[in-house]
């Protein structure tokens, strides 16, 4: 029996409210998973966004590690050229406290402390340990001597100014003619470049600035040379004594020759042979003599005023 | 019941979206921190090797480091008296 309209109608209305129905439900359910999964995915999200802002904070540490140590690294590179840059500004002090002091201005006077023929392994480091103890610096005047290239690192180390005083220290021949002089001299600064990186620019002539005319040498020809190859030069004030003077001498008269008449003068420096026990014995009370009369202790370089060009 | 579907359709795309997108930034952010373990794993290594170097270099400068620091001291110790 054909179905009324009516019917039909009322059938495809009930098909359809139960096909709506059903696609309710599903959206239902998925919706239920949406929200479910999302609430999941979020905790994990926040755990992560927790775990990048460490890592962030970590790796910025690390990276502030990495720059800090890089620039350790820099610096270590560049020490030779910072320990350039402090001895110029060192010795610029230096010279000015010289100027104030040979212009009247200042409270204080000027030891320059020499060693000359060193270094010597037995006696030598004695020396050293008695500046570093005073925290004195002094000017060695060195030959060139192999087996002892510990004590000359440990005088560059401890400030100690490293002056060139010929290779061989040889006085008839090396003042036989003005060329072997010369020679000798730049010998020992090559030995002295290649040891510690330095090139000298300070000598003291052995057996003295006189020694060049004694030997029959024209001097202002030998000081003319010297120029030309850069170096001043210096003799001394003052001396212990203890190199080939009376060998009867105790380590007191040895200070003696030197602080009995240092209260004389505003700048002096003192000659002495870090080969000389007797000296040695007698440094820790010379320096504490002079430094009571107001000296101060200086190392040379090439500017000072005491030193002649 | 129409408008019942609607609004369910509305719901669910909604809340599917908001899972998508969510979904879609914590792939991002785990591949962040992926590569964040790998930069830190590289810069780890990169600060071993550069605290080695460090080291070899302070052993191998150590006399040249005693000797800046008692530069700077002895300059100190002369602008002191210059003052």
Redesign the interface.
Known sequence: MAKTKQEVRRDSKIT??II??T??VL??G??IF??Y??KK??T??KD??N??AT??T??SD??N??QT??K??DD??N??N??EE??E??FK??V??EE?VRSGKAD?KICYLTFDDGPYSKTTPGFLDVLEEY?V?ATFFCLAKEGVDDIY?RE????HTIGNHTASHAISYIYSNIDLFINDLLENRKFIEDLLGIKTDVMRFPGGSPQVSYSGLNSAAMVERLREIGYGYIDWTLTTGDGGGPTYLTPEQFMHNVTDYSSEFDVISVLMHDYSTNTLICLPDMIEELTAQGY?F?PLSYDAPIVRK | MIVLLICFIGICGYLGYRFFDLKSSNNELINNIDLLNQELLEINDKTEKLKQDVDSLSSQKSDLLTEHTNWQRQNKKLEEILK
């Open positions: 359809s409210s709506i129905a696609l309710c959206l239902c998925i919706s949406f929200n999964a999302y995915i979020n994990e999200y992560n966004q775990k990048y890592l962030s970590e790796l690390k990276r590690n990495v140590l890089e350790e690294i270590l590179n020490i030779e910072r320990i402090i001895k500004a060192y002090n230096a000015k406290a104030l204080f925290d610096q690192k560059k180390m401890n400030c101060i200086l």
